[in-house]
């Protein structure tokens, strides 16, 4: 059947030179690596706690009703995530997780050249999102251990910046600003440029992170999500929020029915559950709690953190810390660490339930032996 | 907050003047502005006959998983797709419907001005995309209902274009062309055109419908899914077979971790549970039986199908089988109809359950007789 003088198809310009680079690599991936499962799963900042038994349920009647396209413009769920904001639904976009929306974000804003603002070694999916279409980012550095508000911004004004990246709390260090500094960072965006504020861990953070939500203000995005403290990471649903044109922008381009019907089902849920929700905050917390104590245990600084992680100073350079991680790996302790200088100092460790807690405790010791060995 | 000075983000200039028009209005949104339920539900061409029971066990055991991303290689369902096609897993890729893998697709061949040739009145979700990507369409007539493989060829070579949409069977017209006939067009795909064979109906058609896969051969892609016979359209989840290096480049762009963990459960479920999916084609076989008599008894004609929906031939031009739509809507039964002159002059119902044909049988004399006063 082949033909043989058949030619490829002609990619455009920009496809032909983007790698087939992948943001993650996923744990199954390095479970089929190693020939085996990871003991504890501490590597992708999920919530090993687990949604809300009530949007389990949901998902599980939603199953039986599968065979129907889940509603385009996700009504019930975009209602009352405007009822639980105080705000309204045209100022809400449901999306594929934050990434999908990142990758719509990145499609309106970005052509060939266009310059975008974020830090090194901040999220790699924005920068995937903003390179495949070809844009051209610009980075500053991390100030301990935390972005900067005021390098982003200058270095946005030197550029002429469509887009600013900030993650606040921020993957993967854990670090945050409070409201008072995320506010004056918005009324100083440049004219013409967006402030992209992803706030994927922001449940988990203390009171006092988020600046209150202002859907008149066109120069911010806030990216939310249920993959983290509402632990729906694999229904793959998130939502933005901001001024009702952007918003209404992303229906020229977006997926309309790339929302799967189940995890509309599981995300309204979760989101009538705060009780659940302030029950993960509160064993996350704890599980931070011990992380830093494992970690002084062990002669490690535990960064102070506002997420559902912690990212430990091994103490060294990017190389130990490396072999750190491979030693725990190595131990059945999926984690991960920051991908840059002087980030990659670090670990990066979820929190998780006493007995991941209890696996990484035992494995570390063992393995910053292996590493220093 | 809000600053007065603000200006709106810098969007591209495609972005700009791209439409905020939605290929499809959903169902709920009509049962929203109706104030109430639709009492069948026939018009989204969805498998109303359901899906697998093994597919929705499976996305109930997989409901307690969702904590964790799903696999971002979605390995196991491309391993079991692979070894049920008898290819191999490099020629798959999965995303989030047809409708996801067509965005991925519009985005690495389209450039502005890029030329696509497709059919006045096909599939307009593909428009959508091609159009999001700044692409020129020319589109070429149906004849008898059918997409016209020699046309679209021949528009091809004149237009130099980029891809050929063809979908086999069709849909809105349910008609279809035979495996020697598709084999022919992928031989005489002009050299650097890339057709892509929708097959989204494939397995509700007649043994004989599709050509062999042939993986070695680029010129081709084919589109599946299990929204449709699989009966897992709110899951959001399909597959492009097609060469190793053009299924790779999918990997540059795709949100990598955009499929449901519970999806891929229950596809990997549906996938093996092939006994369910001959008695779902036999009850669309049935049930298009039966809408054909319906059709009769009214003086109409039906067209052949081989997908699970029938086109009815309402016998006049567009204006009248719009007022016939309008009219069955009015009495709870969601249908759709053709978009374009001459296939307007049509309505398109899904098969269903007795109950749901019964009540079309019901609703189809009064709606005629509205219409026609």
Known sequence: MTAPHSTPPRYTP??????????????ETQER?????????????????????????AMQRAAHDVWMYGDPENYDLRR?????????????VIGEGIDGLLGCLARMLIDPGAPVVTSHGAYPTFNFHVEGHGGTLHKVAYVDDREDPAALLAKARETGARMIYIANPDNPMGSWHDA???????????????????????????????????????????????????????????????????????????????????????ALAALGDQAHLADVCAKASGARDELARIA??????????????????????????????????????????????????????????????????????????????
Chains 1, 2 share one sequence.
């Open 180 to 266: 008072a500094s995320i506010a004056a960072m918005i009324a100083d965006v440049p004219d013409g440029t967006l402030l992209v504020l992803d706030e994927a861990y922001l449940e988990l953070a203390p009171q006092g992170t988020a600046p209150p939500l202002d859907t008149a203000d066109p120069r911010v995005i806030r990216l939310r999500t249920f993959s983290k403290a509402y632990g729906l990471a694999g229904a793959r649903i998130g939502y933005a929020i901001g001024e009702a044109g952007l918003v209404r922008s992303f229906d020229k381009i977006r997926n309309h029915f790339g929302v799967s019907r189940i995890s509309q089902a599981g």
């Open 33 to 57: 690596a190693r020939g085996g499962p990871f003991a504890a799963r501490l590597g992708a900042n999920e919530n090993v706690f687990g949604p809300s038994p009530r949007a389990i349920e």
């Open 296 to 373: 002084r245990a062990n002669g490690l600084a535990a960064l102070p953190s506002a997420a559902n992680f912690v990212t430990i100073d091994c103490g060294r350079d990017g190389r130990f810390a490396r072999a750190v991680l491979d030693a725990l790996i190595a131990r059945d302790i999926f984690v991960r660490m920051p991908f840059v200088t002087p980030q990659d100092r670090c670990i990066r460790v979820s929190c998780g339930r006493p007995a991941d807690m209890a696996a990484f405790a035992t494995a570390l010791p063992k393995a910053l032996a292996a590493a220093r060995s």
């Open 80 to 92: 009352a995530l405007a009822a639980h904001h105080r705000i309204a639904p045209q100022n809400i």
């Open 14 to 27: 920009l496809i032909e030179r983007l790698p087939a680079t992948v943001p993650f690599v996923g744990p």
